[in-house]
Structures are given as structure tokens and as C-alpha cells.
């Protein structure tokens, strides 16, 4: 899939980039390039593969119980903030 230059502003707006014209073409190059990747992957035929719980043949992965090992230290954590109300950290407006 090729990117356009459009998208490419569009991405780089989103991503707070400031490109300069000579730059856009790297990125379109190399964004393509990794959108065409991801889809000659997606079209890989998987349908006889069996998932793997563990990369080696004949290893599991160890799992601990999961157990509440620690209290609730809300209050305590909330003595640090700032400003807090109602058992909620209050923050700085960042919507643009």
C-alpha cells in the first residue's frame, strides 16, 4: 500500500513531527514499505500452524497464582499529588 503525501502530512501532524519537503519522500518510502510488509504477512497461510505456548519444543511457560499479595494504598499514594478530590488525581487541562 502506498502512502500518499497527504497521508503522510496527516501521520506526521498526528505524530507532532515537523518534516521538511525533503523528507517526506524518506517517509513515504519507508512507511509503504513496511504497510506492504505487514500485508504479504497477513496474507500468510496459517490455517495448519499450531499455536505455541512456549518458542522451545517441550517448555511451558511458569505461571505464579494470581493472588492479591498487596493492600489497597490508594490514600497513601494520594498524599503526593498536588491536588486530588473525590479519591481522584486532579491534572492540568492538555487538550488542544
Do not use: C, D, G
Given at each position: 500500500m502506498a502512502?500518499?503525501?497527504e497521508q503522510i502530512a496527516s501521520i506526521a501532524t498526528l505524530a507532532r513531527l515537523d518534516?521538511?519537503?525533503d523528507e517526506v519522500p524518506?517517509?513515504?518510502e519507508g512507511l509503504s514499505r513496511i504497510l506492504e510488509f505487514v500485508g504479504a504477512l497477513e496474507r500468510a497461510d496459517t490455517a495448519d500452524?499450531?499455536?505455541m505456548a512456549h518458542p522451545l519444543p517441550g517448555?511451558?511457560?511458569r505461571l505464579r497464582p494470581d493472588e492479591v499479595t498487596e493492600g489497597d494504598g490508594h490514600e497513601r499514594y494520594q498524599q503526593n499529588a498536588p491536588r486530588t478530590a473525590a479519591g481522584l488525581?486532579?491534572?492540568p487541562k492538555?487538550?488542544?
Open positions: 502512502l500518499t503525501r518534516l521538511t519537503a524518506l517517509y513515504q500452524v499450531t499455536p517448555l511451558t511457560q488525581y486532579l491534572v492538555v487538550i488542544e
